[in-house]
Every structure is written in structure tokens, then in C-alpha cells.
């Protein structure tokens, strides 16, 4: 199958994409900066450069994609609106897409508890309503919400899994999440989808 995956060049992103290759898919590595592109070159990898704030790029590069991961987020200082216009513009521009989330906000608000997630809300208030309406965007034209919690670089275990979100006990302390097992995750669901339209948690170990 082909994949698209949008973020290709944040930690997260650049995981999903090693990992779909890894599977052995046709991918298409979406990046407003193509040469920050860190896995090795492939005859099934197609770089392509696209902004989620040009609308015309996006729907040009995931043209004939049956499915995009997207690992796009936003650091400190940028405009949460490119969240916003991310989901947009995949939501119109193809059939399927997976979408990371942050535990505890948009579908998940609730899942860290009340101090949890009020701590959570002040600390990443300059995205939270940017988070919401995102997820809300995919999950209305059928699409997948990943939520996980803090990232980590440690491996993974082969030991996550998908849950719906109002499966998903509430807790205090986040469940740490590994970066490569999320991006795992999230390829499985390309592959083999069990929750379209639906928000997610990524769950690890006994979690």
C-alpha cells in the first residue's frame, strides 16, 4: 500500500517513516524541508516538498495515497494553528488518515485526572484548543486519533496496543509513551484499521 506520512522530519514523524518502509511500503515523505529527511534513501521512498499552509502542496503530494500517518505537531513558539490547518487540509484531500494526539487533551481531556489535567491544560494552554478541534476535524471525515502520552526515546517492546478512548481508565501519572512504539502503532492501524472514526490511546505493557 502507499503512505503518505505528514511530519516527516519531527522525532515522530521520522519513525512512522522508517517504520512504514520497514513494512515494506510505497511512502511518500511529506516536509516543508525535505533535506532535514533523516532515514536512508529508497527505491520506495518518494520526497516531497509540501506545507500545510499551501493547501495545493498537500493535496498534490498525498494524491493516490490510500492512507497518511501524520506525526505533525508544534513546538514552543510556533502557531498552533498549523495543527488546525494540517488536519484541514488532509481531511479533504484524502480517504483515510491516522493523526497523533496528546493524552489528556481534545477526546482524552479527563484521562489524567482533575489536577493532572488542568496541570496539563496550563502548561500547554497556547495549543489545547488547536489539539481539540484537529482530532475533531480527522475523526469527522472518518478518520484516527492516536492519543499517547509524554514521548520517550526508549525502545519498544512490541508490547502497545490500541484502545478506544472512553476504554481508557483515567490516572495521575501519564503513562510514558515510546516514540518507535507509537509510530508502530499507528503504521499497524494503516495497515489493518479496527478503529476509523474513533479517538485512540496508545497503551504500553499492562497499561
Do not use: C
Not at 514552543?76 to 493524552?103: F, H, M, N, Y
Request: charged letters at 20%; glycine letters at 14%.
Amino acid at each position: 500500500m502507499q503512505i503518505a506520512v505528514l511530519g516527516s522530519t519531527g522525532q515522530t514523524g521520522r519513525l512512522v517513516l522508517a517504520r512504514a518502509l520497514e513494512r515494506g511500503h510505497d511512502v511518500v515523505a511529506l516536509a516543508r524541508r525535505p533535506e532535514l529527511i533523516q532515514v536512508p534513501a529508497s527505491g520506495k521512498l518518494r520526497v516531497v516538498r509540501a506545507d500545510v499552509h499551501d493547501p495545493g502542496s498537500v493535496a498534490a503530494a498525498v494524491r493516490g495515497a490510500d492512507v497518511v500517518v501524520s506525526g505533525l505537531g508544534i513546538s514552543k513558539g510556533q502557531d498552533p494553528a498549523t495543527l488546525v490547518e494540517g488536519a484541514r487540509r488532509l481531511a479533504s484531500a484524502t480517504p483515510r488518515v491516522i493523526w497523533l494526539a496528546s493524552l489528556g487533551m481534545g477526546a482524552t481531556e479527563g484521562a489524567l485526572g482533575a489536577f493532572g489535567g488542568a496541570l496539563l491544560k496550563r502548561v500547554l494552554r497556547h495549543e489545547w484548543d488547536a489539539k481539540k478541534v484537529s482530532g475533531d476535524i480527522v475523526r469527522a471525515a472518518g478518520g484516527t486519533t492516536v492519543h499517547a502520552g509524554p514521548l520517550t526515546g526508549k525502545p519498544y517492546r512490541g508490547n502497545g496496543r490500541l484502545v478506544r478512548a472512553g476504554e481508557f481508565q483515567a490516572r495521575l501519572v501519564p503513562p510514558m509513551a515510546p516514540r518507535a512504539g507509537v509510530a508502530a502503532l499507528m503504521v499497524a492501524e494503516a495497515e489493518t484499521p479496527h478503529f476509523a472514526d474513533a479517538d485512540t490511546v496508545a497503551v504500553f505493557g499492562s497499561g
